[in-house]
Nanobody, 124 residues
Framework: QVQLVESGGGLVQAGGSLRLSCAAS????????MGWFRQAPGKEREFVAG????????YYGDSVKGRFTISRDNAKNTVYLQMNRVKPEDTAVYFC?????????????????WGKGTLVTVSS
């Protein structure tokens, strides 16, 4: 069982930066691939970024590639999402998720554990 708690959301102006954090419980954190997903009002949950258990392999959704960076610190059981050059369309609730297969998965239905989310609002 993995419990995930996101933090770092808030209001940011377009073009600015924000860093989200996701703290995980458990002693086997490095065995899980981790992902960030987001859901805007009236829209389906979408993949943002994923990172392998070791942190070496990363993968990004097309809409954030080149602007967002995912990373993890296994010693701290934490995964991060650095968001740069944010846009109003990045406004959403951002969720952290864990995958016990250790593969980076992009379909939200394939993820095993979820946090409750943190709201990011980008003003124009």
């Amino acid at each position: 069982q993995v419990q995930l708690v996101e933090s770092g959301g808030g209001l940011v102006q377009a073009g600015g930066s924000l860093r989200l954090s996701c703290a995980a419980s458990g002693r086997t954190f490095s065995r899980y691939a981790m992902g960030w997903f987001r859901q805007a009002p009236g829209k389906e949950r979408e993949f943002v970024a994923g990172v392998s258990g070791s942190g070496v392999i990363t993968y990004y959704g097309d809409s954030v590639k080149g602007r967002f960076t995912i990373s993890r610190d296994n010693a701290k059981n934490t995964v991060y999402l650095q968001m740069n050059r944010v846009k109003p369309e990045d406004t959403a609730v951002y969720f952290c998720a864990a995958d016990s297969t250790a593969r980076i998965l992009t379909n939200p239905r394939d993820m095993d554990y979820w946090g409750k989310g943190t709201l990011v609002t980008v003003s124009s």
